[in-house]
């Protein structure tokens, strides 16, 4: 694999005086010799002339974050990534590439995730070039090149991980946004890392349950929420009425068996985790009656 290295230009503000400052004075004696009807003398200002046009076809910019790849008859010689106004050989061929950071937003993709449930899912990944060498000769276009992979990678990941974790330590895509996405970036760069492209972030940007099974997926969501929800007040309501029978013993309130303690903790079970509000009903009667 061809690495990256660095090329060299030379000034192009003083090549590009003295190149003119040549063309004018070749000009002045082609003129001249023309006129005094020289043969030899005039056919060589001439070419001293061509020679210099030639040569003030080998000026190139470089913009901030950008690089030129610099080629002679298919060899590369080196990338130049000082910015500014230089001069290089005009035999060789400079190839542009920016340095600057991109990004772009995965289309929608309808992937099965771990459980085989289908879903909607998009990702928007940050890149860049570091390697111009790389991302120019390895692979025939490295932007696309970016966006397939990028697709592929979270394809590959989506379906390594369910929509809802429903087991303990279990990662989901929609509970560890964080870990997913650092999942994603590393996917993404090992297969891009070829391309001489770093991967700055990559984030899942829209996630979603496929339209048939929305309602149904959303039903579930509930019911779960619901039994988690139960099971708290489950555990509150024995709480209060453990600390209920404690204080009643320890303070010598009331004294109550077994089946008064039972009847005790039916009804504050069931006041403390109805749904609806309780009706009190006033016992005029004896404890027992």
């Known amino acids: 694999m061809l690495q990256e290295r660095k090329a060299h230009g030379f000034s192009g503000w003083l090549l590009l005086i003295t190149?003119?400052?040549?063309?004018?004075?070749?000009?002045?004696?082609?003129i001249s010799s023309a006129r005094k009807s020289e043969g030899w003398p005039t056919l060589a200002w001439l070419i001293a002339l061509v020679v210099d046009a030639f040569l003030l076809g080998g000026f190139v910019v470089v913009n901030p974050n950008e690089a030129k790849v610099v080629q002679l008859f298919g060899t590369y010689k080196g990338t130049l990534r000082e910015m500014g106004f230089w001069w290089m050989n005009p035999l060789m061929s400079k190839r542009r590439v920016s340095l600057r950071i991109r990004n772009f937003e995965t289309p929608k993709l309808k992937i099965n995730d771990h459980d085989g449930n289908p879903i909607e899912i998009a990702a928007v990944v940050v890149w860049k070039v570091v390697d111009s060498a790389e991302a120019a000769f390895e692979v025939d276009d490295y932007?696309?090149?970016?966006?397939?992979?990028?697709?592929?990678?979270?394809r590959n990941m989506a379906t390594s991980h369910p929509y809802d974790a429903h087991q303990e330590d279990q990662l989901s895509l929609r509970a560890n946004t964080g870990e997913i996405a650092t999942h994603l970036k590393k996917e993404i760069q090992d297969r891009l890392s070829k391309a001489g492209v770093e991967v700055l972030e990559a984030r899942?940007?829209?996630?979603?349950?496929?339209p048939e099974i929305a309602s149904a997926m959303l039903r579930r969501q509930q019911a779960t929420a619901i039994v988690a929800a139960r099971q708290k007040y489950v555990e509150g309501a024995v709480g209060m009425v453990e600390m209920a029978l404690e204080l009643l013993s320890r303070k010598n309130i009331v004294q109550l068996d077994e089946e008064r303690k039972a009847a005790m903790v039916s009804n504050m079970l069931v006041v403390l985790c109805s749904d609806q509000h309780t009706q009190p009903v006033i016992n005029t009667g004896s404890l027992y009656h």
């Open 19 to 30: 190149l003119v400052a040549a063309l004018f004075l070749l000009l002045a004696g082609l």
């Open 143 to 154: 932007e696309n090149f970016v966006h397939v992979q990028s697709e592929s990678a979270l």
């Open 204 to 210: 899942i940007s829209h996630l979603a349950y496929a």
